[in-house]
């Protein structure tokens, strides 16, 4: 049965490479698609890993406060394994002053790490190297009408710090929400603490060395461990602090294969056309096959080793084509997209290299589909060629 499939197949060379073709370049393109999907999902989730840090540690009920004396906190001495790193911030509310004008915004301290993750984000000036100095929001420097320079005064009364402290803009920031850039000004740390809250952050940043981008266990481990050491504070995962990140994360799985099955069904109804049109060219063929004894379902067989040959060694040559591919992709790659498009993307602080990731179950996932679209395009001419009436397909004229 299997030799007359392969026979069946190379009777016609041209629609069965062509039909192969197609099966092969669905596999090739899923595989890529799925390296970039990934690549580009990774991207972005390490964006978040960066921006928040492995756990963070704020006070209890911090989501409904907003009373800076409640949601600033002396940090406690924590034990972290080898190599972790602890950064504190610093958050609070304020108007901003230059000359007559004057804007509220929202003051953040941060220690030297926090402001070289900002660097991609730097348009204009330099990072802070001392006190006294700040980075405001692009769209909040323009609104002051302060350039790289001049003096500005932060001004937030009612709390625990002075309350009042002038500043040297030396930076502006690119961000990518414009409502943001209008509130943003970046302060070192201990500046912040003595105009907000002397000693005092609203969050500590623990960012741990070795852990996988998804490797969540050591972080529940560590999380549970410092638990009983937060009295009135809670530790939170990055995806924790992330709620709204952490619903898309399960959505990988499923938006993965919809999309891949879309390239499937594709080409599923151009290998069914395929193996329709060949039967209706054997129609005799197969009656003077059944008249010889074969049954209805050894013709049905027939019909799946045929589709299932085809697709199988077009998945085959698709598969290592796509995984050479993904081995390029894999080493870094940029996205061909407009200028304009990859300006967008700047600004929310993606990298512009991205890092093709392809596992196994990936692969998998693709011939599994490659499987299940030979078997179900089989099925439709395999249950006509089954139902032939051996004299009628024996004076079946084409």
Not at 58 to 68: F, I, K, Q, T
Request: aromatic residues 10%; proline residues 5%.
């Amino acid at each position: 049965m299997l030799r007359l499939a392969w026979r069946n197949l190379l009777r016609t060379p041209g629609r069965s490479l062509t039909t192969g073709g197609v099966v092969a370049l669905v596999v090739f393109l899923s595989l890529v698609f799925l390296s970039v999907y990934a690549g580009a999902f990774d991207a972005f989730f390490r964006l978040v890993l960066e921006r928040t840090g492995h756990l963070v540690v704020r006070a209890e009920g911090y989501r409904e406060g907003e009373d800076l004396e409640r949601l600033a906190f002396f940090p406690p001495r924590l034990p972290l394994p080898e190599g972790a790193e602890v950064e504190g911030v610093l958050e609070g509310g304020g108007l901003l002053i230059a000359g007559e004008r004057s804007r509220a915004v929202a003051f953040t301290g941060l220690e030297a790490q926090g402001f070289a993750r900002q660097a991609n984000l730097l348009v204009a000036g330099r990072l802070p190297q001392g006190p006294g100095e700040a980075l405001l929001g692009e769209a909040l420097a323009q609104a002051l009408k302060v350039r790289l320079g001049d003096e500005v005064v932060a001004y937030a009364p009612g709390g625990m710090g002075l309350g009042v402290y002038a500043f040297r803009v030396v930076g502006l920031l690119d961000l990518p929400e414009t409502h943001l850039e209008a509130r943003t000004a970046l302060v070192p740390l201990a500046d912040a603490q003595a105009l907000l809250a002397p000693g005092r952050v609203t969050r500590l940043e623990i960012r741990l060395a070795g852990i996988g981008l998804y490797d969540l266990k050591p972080l529940e481990a560590l999380k549970a461990a410092l638990q009983p050491r937060l009295k009135g504070l809670v530790a939170e995962t990055w995806l924790e602090a992330n709620p709204l990140y952490a619903a898309i994360l399960p959505l990988y799985d499923t938006v993965m294969a919809l999309y891949v099955g879309i390239f499937f069904l594709l080409g599923g109804l151009i290998l069914l056309n395929a193996l329709y049109l060949s039967l209706v060219e054997r129609v005799r063929e197969f009656g003077l096959l059944a008249a010889l004894g074969l049954t209805g379902w050894r013709l049905l067989a027939l019909v799946f080793w045929e589709s299932l040959l085809l697709v199988g060694v077009a998945a085959l040559v698709g598969v290592g084509v796509g995984l050479l591919v993904h081995l390029e992709l894999a080493d870094g790659f940029r996205l061909p997209l407009p200028r304009w498009i990859l300006e967008q993307y700047r600004e929310f602080g993606l990298p512009e290299v991205l890092y093709g990731r392809l596992g196994v179950g990936e692969v998998l996932l693709t011939l599994g589909y490659s499987v299940g679209v030979a078997v179900l395009a089989a099925l439709w001419p395999g249950y006509l060629a089954s139902r032939l009436e051996p004299v009628e397909a024996m004076r079946y004229t084409p």
